[in-house]
């Protein structure tokens, strides 16, 4: 291990969790790996999030998972006894058509975005008025077949001018051949990722991540995506006046150093802090490498904040 300029603070006992809790006014919670691994709950999530409300702090939930909208995320934690209301949510998939719309100023009622990915993406672009196609169209459950596709049966739409790609558990065959006519149009349809997330952390699994999708559609179209969600600082920059944030005040919580950490880092916010309960090891949050950096505190799980302070 070689010694970092600031090295990590391991967050072990009381007096590191206040000395921690007391350094900020909001927390931007990354969920997958943090707060939960897909179904299950991490231990003391709920009580560390009564504790900061208590406490006077802000919470905000800033997820790359694009696969629920904002509204089915209050449904998820409501699901879990968590009170949390749409507009403290965000997602790479709400980010991804905040930036077709406000970046690349597609027009809603008039121009479409083909999808490849789960409803999370549809929902978003559909609260903005936007049309979407593919994305969980059943149609596209069927082996593909090249003679038979509905959609390649009359052409492609020329309405659609950009793709947006994510996590999407029922990739197949028909929807990366799909994706890929949409892509091959480079003059006319752009190409956006909803994350860059190689793998997907669940209870005892890592599983592939919208990432390993998204780089496979990039290979086949020789294209590189503009992804949207951490670490891109659009979105940082969505949330900070959204929510009036006062970035040094502020600290990034998440599980991969190559997306929240580096979303806290670039984003000057005041601190970060990793967990291990997800993406990522003590060694990798040590280690010093210019791929990603380490974070200013790192703990095993972020409930043992609770833990300790109780
Ligand atoms: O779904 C993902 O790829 C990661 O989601 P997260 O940002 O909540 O960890
Ligand atoms: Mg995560």
Redesign the pocket.
């Known amino acids: 291990m070689t010694a970092t300029v600031m090295d990590p603070i391991k967050i072990t006992n009381e007096e590191l969790s206040e000395e921690f809790l007391n350094k900020y006014d909001t927390f931007l919670f990354?969920?997958?790996?943090?707060?939960w691994l897909g179904t299950h709950l991490l231990p003391h999530t709920k009580e560390i999030l009564s504790q900061l409300t208590e406490m006077g702090k802000q919470c905000v939930f800033?997820?790359?998972?694009?696969?629920k909208s904002r509204a089915a995320y209050t449904k998820k934690f409501a699901g879990f006894g968590i009170t949390v209301t749409e507009d403290q949510i965000f997602t790479?998939g709400y980010a991804s058509a905040v930036y077709v719309r406000d970046f690349l100023k597609l027009q809603p009622g008039k121009d479409k975005i083909w999808i490849f990915g789960e409803s999370g993406i549809s929902e978003e672009l559909s609260l903005m008025g936007f049309e979407s196609l593919g994305g969980t169209d059943p149609r596209l459950d069927t082996p593909f077949n090249a003679s038979t596709s509905p959609f390649l049966a009359n052409g492609l739409d020329e309405n659609v001018k950009c793709v947006i790609a994510g996590?999407d558990n029922k990739i197949n065959y028909h929807r990366l051949a799909i994706t890929l006519q949409y892509l091959q149009k480079k003059d006319t349809v752009h190409f956006v990722g909803t994350?860059v997330?190689s793998?997907?952390?669940q209870k005892g699994f890592t599983f592939p991540?919208?990432?390993s999708m998204v780089e496979s559609i990039a290979f086949s179209s020789g294209r590189r995506p503009s992804y949207c969600?951490?670490p891109n600082m659009n979105m940082l920059n969505t949330i900070i006046s959204a929510k009036k944030l006062d970035r040094s005040k502020c600290c990034m919580v998440?599980?991969?150093l190559n997306?929240?950490m580096r979303f806290g880092v670039e984003g000057k916010l005041g601190g970060t802090l990793l967990v291990l309960s997800?993406?990522e090891t003590e060694e990798r949050a040590l280690e010093a490498s210019d791929e990603h950096p380490n974070p200013k505190y790192y703990i095993e799980k972020l409930g043992d904040i609770y833990e300790y302070t109780h």
Request: with cysteine.
């Open positions: 990354d969920c997958d790996g943090v707060l800033v997820t790359n998972n694009s696969t790479s996590l994350n997330d793998t997907f952390p991540g919208a990432g969600g951490k998440g599980d991969r997306t929240d997800g993406i």
